[in-house]
């Protein structure tokens, strides 16, 4: 570089060259260590919590080893013979809790987003109640929705008694905030170009919506209900006030009133068992479950990168 | 005249050649948002319901049980003859594990917003967030048994400095292996939501203690942190009101002895562990038990109301800064 030799850029880099070094000879030894010992301490706090989960994903696989096998999913639970026990009567009470949790909450939660998204005015103070009581029951504690569960629908205005939808509907009401709130997100990020562009066309509100907001958030809102319902399928303390009874050895239905039973129920039921076979049964049940919600969330993760709309 | 010259030369606004309106009056659009709307409504209802449905029972209990001997009563024992329903027994057994859970959690979660936010790589903290959120997704029966099966024998008991506060050996439920274990579950709840706030804080703050010659650690301490304050105090409200509700772990880890105390190696009994314990099935409608559920559950909704509301003005105030 030829002007690299000319005075005044000679200067130049003598001058930055000085206040470099100054800067580094002046950085205090205490401050470099106390700044490792900081990193290091971040650091420490990332490894004490996935120390953590992986303490609990392998403690599941190494004691529920002995109790995995097809049994599980096709044997209905024993006190009498633990090592024939197995899941399937709350297998399946929780997949048809779930396809009730689906029903209630996918119409209803898409319609309240596309309620407060795309109707409502924030000027009017009912829709900001709509909105702050939202936020509100996303953080109510799960068992407070059991006993909504067992005071309104299982007795009182709804009075269904005992039966296996009591608990769908209860399930639902405890994540449809969260579905709420993902699909209000997903329908927010649907730019108002499109919106502006099929209503200048001469395309009703709601054929707008239904058209071209809709199929745009669909990737959004599935992310959001899937997640939901992966919450609903590990939750365990409302069950427990609605009737999800711990010894189903039958098959659940829907409307039957002889009870029924849930995967997290009856994981709990087998963890409360002293015995050997019943804890190794507790963790299978553990590990199926843990396989399952992982393979849930990792759909939604792929399905939300998969078909995410850059606009 | 052909339609690109209509478009060119617009009718005077006075008699415009069609109505603007449309055709029909368009009820089914109507119909549909009022059927969105009834939807909304459907959140605003529950909350009235979960209201309606514990203040019933909760006057009836205290009809029975006058309202200061809840309140203020320090004991809990519906089983005896007659019975007392202290409710800071149980109130205090909630918070014996919300602390030891705090203080895991909070040091623990703040760490690793911190580590995420400020010294991983993109891709590393692209990696390790989602990893720690499946903490959060993991059903509260599994962290449980975890908890009274290995945080307890293979962590505490060994752990726990002798004799100090009673001893640790021995004891098959504590309240710290209960608070361990929600420590755990809520450590995403801070990480991922400080990370976010401490994120958000504009790069130009940063680069400008960069210039003036700071450090990391003090780059992260004295701008960072500061700035996302509120992010991160709305995050830790919220992961208390998420531990002051939480059951199942309380259920298998604490214990079922209702006891006035902060000791965490004692085995207790949590607010919510007595309604999950009491209200299983045949519990019959109208009977004491059963209105004691509901005056239990009326204490923890407000509690945990009181504390969302907190948490909800926060982040909404840091919204405001940073938008």
Same mark, same amino acid.
Do not use: C
């Given at each position: 570089m030829a002007e690299a030799a000319t005075p005044r850029n000679r200067l130049a880099v003598a001058g930055a060259r000085a206040t470099t070094q100054a800067m580094l000879r002046e950085q205090p030894r205490g401050d470099v260590i106390r700044n490792t010992a900081f990193a290091a301490l971040m650091l420490l706090a990332v490894m004490i919590a996935l120390a953590g989960l992986i303490a609990l994903v392998v403690q599941a696989f190494v004691k529920g080893s002995s109790a995995l096998s097809p049994d599980l999913f096709t044997n209905p639970p024993s006190t009498a013979f633990p090592d024939k026990a197995g899941f399937r009567p709350a297998i399946i009470g929780s997949l048809e809790l779930i396809a009730g949790v689906i029903l209630f909450v996918v119409p209803i939660g898409i319609g309240a987003a596309l309620y407060l998204e795309e109707y409502a005015s924030k000027?009017? *103070? *009912?829709?900001?109640?709509?909105?702050?009581?939202?936020?509100?029951?996303?953080?109510?504690?799960?068992?407070? &929705?059991?006993?909504?569960?067992?005071?309104?629908?299982?007795?009182?205005?709804?009075d269904l008694g005992f039966i296996l939808v009591a608990g769908s509907m209860t399930l639902a009401l405890l994540v449809l905030p969260m579905v709420i709130i993902a699909s209000r997100e997903a329908i927010r990020a649907v730019p108002d170009s499109i919106r502006q562009g099929s209503l200048a066309l001469g395309a009703t509100k709601w054929q707008t919506i239904r058209a071209q907001i809709l199929p745009a958030s669909v990737p959004?809102?599935?992310?959001?209900?899937?997640?939901?319902?992966?919450?609903?399928?590990?939750?365990?303390?409302?069950?427990?006030?609605?009737?999800?009874?711990?010894?189903?050895?039958?098959?659940?239905?829907?409307?039957?009133?002889?009870?029924?039973?849930a995967m997290p129920v009856q994981i709990f039921n087998y963890a409360l068992r002293s015995q050997e076979e019943f804890q190794a049964l507790a963790f299978a049940g553990i590990v199926v479950m843990l396989v399952v919600l992982l393979a849930m969330n990792s759909f939604a993760i792929w399905l939300r990168n998969r078909y995410e709309q850059r606009w | 005249m052909s339609d690109a010259d209509r478009i060119r030369t617009p009718e005077p606004a006075g008699d415009l050649p069609r109505r603007l309106q449309a055709p029909s009056r368009r009820y089914g659009e109507k119909a549909i948002q009022g059927l969105l709307a009834l939807c909304g409504v459907v959140s605003v209802l529950t909350t009235t319901a979960i209201v309606i449905s514990l203040i019933g029972p909760t006057i009836g209990f205290f009809e029975i049980v006058p309202v200061d001997d809840f309140l203020?009563?320090?004991?809990?024992?519906?089983?005896?003859?007659?019975?007392?329903?202290?409710?800071?027994?149980?109130?205090?057994?909630?918070?014996?594990?919300?602390? *030891?859970?705090?203080?895991?959690?909070?040091?623990?979660?703040?760490?690793?917003?911190? &580590?995420?936010?400020? &010294?991983?790589?993109?891709?590393?903290?692209?990696?390790?967030?989602?990893?720690?959120?499946?903490?959060?997704?993991?059903?509260?029966?599994?962290?449980?048994?975890?908890?009274?099966?290995?945080?307890l024998p293979e962590v505490i008991q060994p752990l726990w400095p002798g004799d100090f506060l009673g001893g640790a050996t021995g004891k098959p439920f504590m309240a710290l292996a209960a608070g361990l274990g929600i420590g755990l579950m809520v450590v995403p709840i801070i990480a991922s939501l400080s990370d976010d706030a401490m994120s958000a804080v504009p790069r130009g703050l940063r680069e400008g203690a960069y210039a003036l010659g700071a450090t990391r650690a003090k780059v992260a301490t004295k701008v960072v942190f500061p700035a996302a304050l509120s992010g991160i105090v709305a995050s830790v409200v919220l992961a208390i009101s998420r531990a002051v509700g939480e059951t199942m772990i309380v259920v298998l880890a604490a214990g079922s002895t209702p006891k006035l105390t902060l000791n965490p190696v004692e085995s207790i009994q949590a607010m919510t562990s007595y309604i999950a314990v009491t209200a299983t099935g045949d519990i019959p409608t109208g009977s004491i038990d059963y209105k004691s559920v509901f005056a239990v559950g009326t204490v923890l909704f407000v509690m945990t109301l009181a504390m969302n509301v907190i948490s909800i003005r926060l982040v909404r105030r840091y919204r405001e800064v940073y938008d």
């Open positions: 000027e009017r *103070w *009912w829709n900001r109640l709509i909105e702050v009581n939202i936020q509100n029951l996303a953080a109510v504690p799960s068992i407070i &929705y059991g006993i909504l569960g067992l005071a309104f629908i299982v007795r009182g205005p709804l959004g809102i599935a992310t959001g209900v899937i997640l939901a319902v992966s919450r609903a399928l590990g939750e365990t303390a409302p069950l427990l006030l609605v009737g999800a009874t711990v010894f189903v050895t039958f098959d659940p239905t829907p409307f039957s009133a002889d009870g029924y039973s | 203020f009563g320090v004991e809990w024992a519906p089983q005896f003859e007659p019975p007392s329903f202290g409710v800071l027994a149980i109130v205090a057994g909630t918070l014996n594990v919300t602390i *030891w859970a705090m203080l895991f959690a909070i040091p623990v979660g703040l760490g690793s917003a911190i &580590y995420l936010s400020e &010294y991983a790589r993109p891709r590393v903290r692209k990696t390790v967030k989602p990893v720690l959120e499946i903490l959060a997704g993991i059903p509260t029966v599994a962290i449980g048994l975890f908890a009274v099966s290995f945080l």
